[in-house]
């Protein structure tokens, strides 16, 4: 029976297939003939119009037409292939080649020539990435895995600030207060996925100039520039794009032969993208460098810490075996910089705590803190307490104890922090722009006084605006940017709608240890001995004091006011001044 069924299948489809067959013969003759009609109509056409088109083509316009539209298609042709070309050898750039392009003069002018060409000024625009990020699948917290945890209310909603502890003589000046910080997860499910939005301001970029020169009586450097005061006030007229003085003024890239120059691959390093790092400095060997404590395991894969160091502290660091060639410090990464602007290392250390965005163009979010602080607080959980929490982009501490800059500059000058002439130069020149003392009117403002040594950030341009003019105050009046940061904070908050968290000095202390600076330890006196204790000797038997009571006789009065076995008990003491002990009690 199978046979049978087999079979009747083979015959059924061979007679199919022949009949296929035949069909696509017939097909195949049909659509022939009707190839051969067309063709030969189509010869016809053609014979039809080819004595019009040589008697067009003989015409010199219609030439000219087709010479211009053939020399057009080949420009285009050729400008879409070099476009091509090198957008695709820009994606196989190595880092030499990437970083020549990463920014770059988008304009350029001469002035200022003489005929030996010493005082040849060229200068330009530098342009840049205005948080255009570009994430990368290496450790960033975008590529880590990790279930969000589902919050219906904030675990920090009801937190309130406890009653202050009971004094304590024994420690004299502020103290830190308590935090509420979420777990390290949370926080990392906190991070937002894209960048805030930047009022007003939304192209920043940058201005270098070869040979800059000093056309006014004012202050600026080398390595900022020279404003004109027309030009500084006019970069507090925020407006939608702005090119500034910044820093790094005779070049693009910062770090690459601008003064405070640093080596190619620490620069390969810091054009890398990341979501967060943490950053310090210590210039001039002015502090001992600290180790972050309490840092969550997945922080430490994930955000890169960066000390920047000076060649004077580097050597101190290398003859002490602190540092070797990992470039690395415990947590640290140590990027030497050569070249540096300033005789000041405190000037120097303002170059990296305010240009931190020139420095690494390609960070969403930053911590600075000084060089004699510890950080004892995960990076996660201080960036969502104190900008994700609060809808904030920037975040520093209030001082502790002053919050007038006026009040401010006399405590600099009491204290020798910068010459006082400088000082009174500069709330001079702010208070004929207007300054006055702190008052209630600044409400909801509540001091014009950081607390300077912490920066919390997220680099969008606003932000970037600020720091740019903050230091360009720093580098025309005084180092000490307490005097000047209320300043350039009210003029921008005046033309844009951003304001900054001053958070508490207290619990900037809660994350943060603040250390002595390293002439500051030197200059302490070395601690007192300590006084040496005498164990008694094993031989001499102590009474209790009820053994002392128990034996202890009656007191019987004599003339004379002598008490009996007096004269017995003074010799005792007087046979006994071998025994060291009762010799230091001994009168």
Not at 436 to 452: M, N, Q, W
């Amino acid at each position: 029976m199978n046979e049978v069924s087999s079979g009747l299948r083979s015959l059924s489809f061979g007679s199919l297939q022949l009949h296929s067959q035949n069909g696509g013969l017939q097909s195949q003759n049909s659509s022939t003939l009707r190839k051969t009609s067309r063709t030969l109509s189509g010869s016809r056409e053609k014979e039809r119009y080819l004595p019009f088109i040589f008697k067009y083509l003989g015409r010199r316009k219609v030439i000219m037409l087709i010479l211009v539209i053939i020399a057009i298609l080949a420009l285009t042709t050729g400008f879409l292939t070099a476009s091509k070309e090198a957008a695709s050898e820009s994606s196989m750039l190595g880092f030499d080649g990437w970083f020549e392009n990463r920014t770059y003069p988008v304009s350029r002018e001469v002035e200022g020539t003489s005929e030996n060409g010493s005082n040849v000024n060229i200068h330009g625009v530098c342009s840049t990435n205005n948080g255009s990020y570009l994430p990368t699948a290496h450790n960033s917290t975008a590529t880590i895995a990790m279930p969000a945890p589902v919050m219906l209310s904030h675990p920090c909603k009801t937190f309130a600030f406890p009653p202050p502890p009971p004094g304590d003589a024994r420690r004299i000046g502020p103290r830190p207060c308590p935090v509420c910080y979420i777990p390290v997860e949370q926080a990392i499910a906190a991070l937002p996925r894209s960048a805030s939005a930047s009022p007003v301001l939304h192209h920043l970029t940058y201005f270098y100039e070869e040979n800059p020169m000093k056309t006014e009586p004012h202050g600026g450097s080398d390595f900022g520039g020279y404003p004109s005061l027309k030009q500084r006030n006019d970069y507090f007229n925020v407006n939608k794009s702005m090119t500034v003085h910044c820093g790094f003024i005779k070049g693009c890239r910062a770090g690459d032969n601008t003064g405070f120059d640093i080596d190619l691959d620490d620069l390969k390093e810091m054009d890398e993208f990341h979501e967060i790092i943490v950053a310090s400095a210590i210039f001039g060997n002015y502090d001992i460098i600290q180790q972050p404590t309490d840092i969550s395991e997945i922080a430490k894969k994930n955000i890169p810490f960066y000390m920047f160091v000076d060649e004077e502290t580097e050597a101190y660091m290398k003859n002490s075996s602190l540092l070797d060639n990992s470039k690395r410090v415990g947590l640290w990464r140590i990027i030497v910089v050569h070249n540096v602007p300033y005789t000041d290392p405190r000037r120097n250390g303002k170059v990296p705590k305010l240009l931190l965005h020139r420095l690494f163009p390609n960070v969403r979010y930053s911590i600075w803190i000084d060089g004699k602080l510890q950080l004892v607080v995960d990076p996660y959980q201080i960036l969502e307490r104190f900008l994700w929490r609060q809808n904030a982009t920037f975040a520093i501490s209030r001082h502790y104890a002053r919050f007038d800059v006026i009040v401010e500059a006399e405590a600099n000058k009491a204290a020798g922090k910068y010459d006082n002439v400088s000082i009174d130069n500069q709330i001079d020149f702010y208070r004929k722009e207007g300054l006055t003392p702190y008052s209630k009117a600044k409400l909801p403002i509540t001091s014009d006084v950081p607390e300077g040594c912490v920066i919390i950030r997220e680099h969008i341009p606003i932000t970037n605006l600020f720091t740019c003019l903050w230091f360009n105050e720093v580098d025309r009046f005084t180092s000490r940017d307490q005097l000047s940061f209320s300043t350039v904070r009210d003029k921008i908050m005046a033309k844009a709608n951003w304001t900054i968290n001053m958070f508490l000095d207290c619990e900037r202390r809660n994350f943060v240890i603040q250390a002595y600076h390293r002439d500051l330890l030197e200059r302490r006196p070395p601690p007192l001995p300590r006084a040496r204790v005498y164990s008694p000797p094993s031989s001499v038997r102590y009474n209790t004091p009820t053994e002392t009571a128990r034996k202890k006789s009656p007191v019987k009065r004599v003339r004379g006011g002598k008490k009996p076995g007096s004269r017995r008990h003074r010799k005792v003491v007087a046979g006994n001044r071998d025994n060291p002990l009762l010799r230091l009690l001994s009168p």
